[in-house]
């Protein structure tokens, strides 16, 4: 069962450019979480953001979290080719408990 | 830097064989989680360690799948019999304890084609 949803599915920009993805989600949460997986590989935590906080920055990673709106979004600046990736979300499940993956938006940057 | 070691990194079987996945996670981390991730698709939860207790196996399909953390270090997680629908990769990942806010470290996983 998928807590967040990805949007865009995929993203196609110029080196750099920014790259915006957004995160929905249906139930209340305590943590998201933003993960990137390079093709074939293991997935790597970027940035985690408390139900508490609005905005929270790493580097070149903006993330912004809107609990009315039930939404997060990943902000990527001055993006390199080194960013193709998949994006991934990760909400809570019921209880809080268990980490729930979107299905994530796939980032190509083009050199 | 510590990593997550799996193996085999590929598995190549044929429908109906037995097939086995192993995970050590970083040391000192108590919990350890095998993820199940299609093609196209996000990582779904198969199985949480903490320690060597199963603490959440809900979209675990028990009839075929069975994983153990025997002394709670590795991890090993089996598949009999392998189905076609089976095939996918399987990720391990471990983090410090439990709980949503806890960072997970993933492996390099595991690409299961099942034939």
């Known amino acids: 069962s998928q807590q967040g949803e990805e949007d865009p599915q995929a993203l196609s920009i110029q080196e750099g450019e920014n790259a915006t993805m957004n995160c929905s989600y249906k139930t209340s949460i305590n943590n998201l979480q933003w993960y990137r997986q390079n093709s074939g590989r293991g997935l790597v935590h970027l940035i985690l953001i408390r139900s508490n906080e609005r905005e929270k920055h790493s580097g070149r990673l903006r993330v912004t979290l809107d609990t009315s709106k039930k939404s997060s979004s990943l902000l990527i600046t001055a993006s390199r080719a080194a960013d193709t990736a998949s994006y991934f979300c990760a909400t809570d499940g019921t209880g809080g408990f268990k980490t729930i993956f979107g299905a994530g938006t796939r980032l190509f940057v083009k050199a | 830097e510590a990593e997550v070691a799996q193996s085999p990194r590929y598995k190549i079987t044929e429908k109906s064989q037995a097939v086995a996945f192993w995970c050590d996670p970083i040391s000192g981390h108590a919990t350890l989680y095998w993820y199940r991730q299609i093609l196209g698709q996000g990582p779904e939860l198969l199985v949480q360690f903490q320690d060597e207790s199963v603490v959440d196996d809900s979209q675990l399909p028990k009839d075929r799948f069975s994983a153990e953390r025997l002394k709670g270090v590795d991890s090993t997680l089996k598949i009999q019999p392998a189905e076609l629908g089976d095939s996918a990769m399987y990720l391990c990942?471990?983090?410090?304890?439990?709980?949503?806010?806890?960072?997970?470290?993933f492996g390099p996983g595991t690409r299961l084609t099942v034939t």
């Open positions: 990942a471990s983090s410090r304890g439990q709980g949503t806010r806890r960072e997970q470290y």
